[in-house]
């Protein structure tokens, strides 16, 4: 299983970008998947949750009505449209799959599998 991060980058407060997560070697289709981040000196949190059709979201506090989760099950991605971008949103940005467990998956430990990370960050 393998689960691709790309997207991140440098943006200036106000500014927008959107994280895809390429996944192979997984059915896609029957897993729910998640996006955290972990800032410098900070742990690792959740942001953004996404059902198996994409019908149910959830997200963090600090980032709803801003980011919005999104998938293509044809393509196998998922993706993270981020506006509005806040300094503190700066953080490495990793993407994670998980099966068989109840809504809402916002805890680490349900996730079996994980993606390498991509870089956002955000300056003033």
């Known amino acids: 299983v393998q689960l691709q991060a790309s997207g991140g980058g440098l943006v200036q407060a106000g500014g927008s970008l959107r994280l895809s997560c390429a996944a192979s070697g997984l059915t896609f289709s029957r897993y729910f998947m998640g996006w955290f981040r972990q800032a410098p000196g900070k742990e690792r949190e959740f942001v953004a949750a996404i059902s198996w059709s994409g019908g149910s979201t959830d997200y963090a506090d600090s980032v709803k009505g801003r980011f919005t989760g999104s998938r293509d099950n044809a393509k196998n991605t998922v993706y993270l449209q981020m506006n509005n971008l806040k300094p503190e949103d700066t953080a490495v940005y990793y993407c994670?799959?998980?099966?068989?467990?109840?809504?809402?998956?916002?805890?680490?430990?349900?996730?079996?599998?994980w993606g390498q990370g991509t870089q956002v960050t955000v300056s003033s």
């Open positions: 994670a799959a998980g099966l068989g467990r109840p809504y809402p998956w916002r805890r680490e430990e349900e996730y079996e599998f």
